[in-house]
């Protein structure tokens, strides 16, 4: 078909899909345009540009497309939960977890939707409506491993550690090499004072995904609880040389660095981590 002169019909916005669903987005993207331009009221003609928009790292775009297909029709579980994805990248979970919380609200069998408002909850340090999300997207779908992980940080964060190790040994049973199921199991054995085997855990969960800075911090909360502050403070350190941008990572850092005598060095951190946060609240404000 030529796409160029097709007509703006749905005959022309299916040959559109088909050919972005083909692999082909390039090709897709001016019948999409066309619709756009054309405000003929063509929802999947905003939210299918919005994903070769995001895909491009045009964010801002994404979104201006997304709220104009909501603002055409409100019922769209699949846009709020895009925008909430996007929100929560952003760093602003109140809007990441409003538009989340609207995709499950107009899709209750949304599972993909209800395990990340999960770890959005977890984030927000609201375990008991984390733990609700996550057994509620593992009803939809029993083996989805990001649920199980969600469950399990949930119940131990509840001081459920019996429950929350059982729920870790389950997600490492779907997925055995899992630096993230070896992670969550660290934590717990963390929480339950059995240092040794979360170092364990945590050290072979970093072995395969070494740049993950979660993975790094709960790592170095183990060394700090056995006492091995310099050991911690290496880990952080490393950490932070490959995330110059994780807040989180420095305000650790600075905390054992400080523990450890190293003042100086925990000043320098310490700064680094309020000017990342000013840079946040900048970036949210504007």
């Not at 059995?194 to 709960?218: F, G, H, K, W």
Request: net charge negative.
């Amino acid at each position: 078909m030529d796409a160029a002169a097709g007509a703006l019909d749905t005959a022309l916005l299916q040959w559109a899909i088909d050919r972005h669903l083909a692999g082909h987005p390039a090709e897709a993207e001016p019948v999409y345009e066309r619709f756009v331009a054309a405000g003929l009221g063509f929802t999947a003609a905003y939210t299918n540009l919005a994903a070769i928009e995001l895909a491009r790292g045009r964010g801002d775009r994404a979104i201006a497309l997304w709220q104009s297909a909501l603002r055409i029709e409100e019922n769209l579980p699949d846009c709020w939960y895009d925008l909430g994805n996007e929100w929560r990248r952003r760093g602003d979970t109140s809007a990441a977890r409003r538009h989340l919380e609207r995709a499950v609200e107009l899709r209750p069998g949304f599972a993909d939707a209800r395990c990340n408002l999960s770890s959005l909850l977890i984030a927000l340090a609201d375990a008991d409506a984390a733990l609700i999300q996550a057994e509620a997207a593992l009803k939809l779908r029993p083996d989805f491993l990001e649920a199980v992980i969600n469950r399990t940080t949930a119940l131990r964060l509840l001081g459920r550690v019996e429950e929350a190790e059982a729920s870790a040994r389950h997600a490492l049973e779907l997925a055995p090499s899992s630096p993230l199921a070896m992670g969550a199991l660290g934590s717990v054995l963390r929480e339950q004072g059995r240092l040794t085997d979360a170092e364990q855990a945590l050290r072979q969960a970093l072995a395969a995904d070494p740049l993950s800075p979660e993975l790094s911090i709960n790592l170095a909360l183990v060394l700090q609880k056995q006492g091995r502050l310099d050991d911690g403070v290496a880990v952080l350190a490393a950490a932070t040389a490959q995330h110059r941008d994780r807040g989180d990572l420095f305000s650790q850092l600075g905390q054992l660095q400080f523990l450890a005598g190293r003042y100086l060095e925990a000043m320098e951190a310490y700064r680094r981590q309020a000017t990342l946060q000013d840079r946040k609240s900048t970036r949210l404000n504007s």
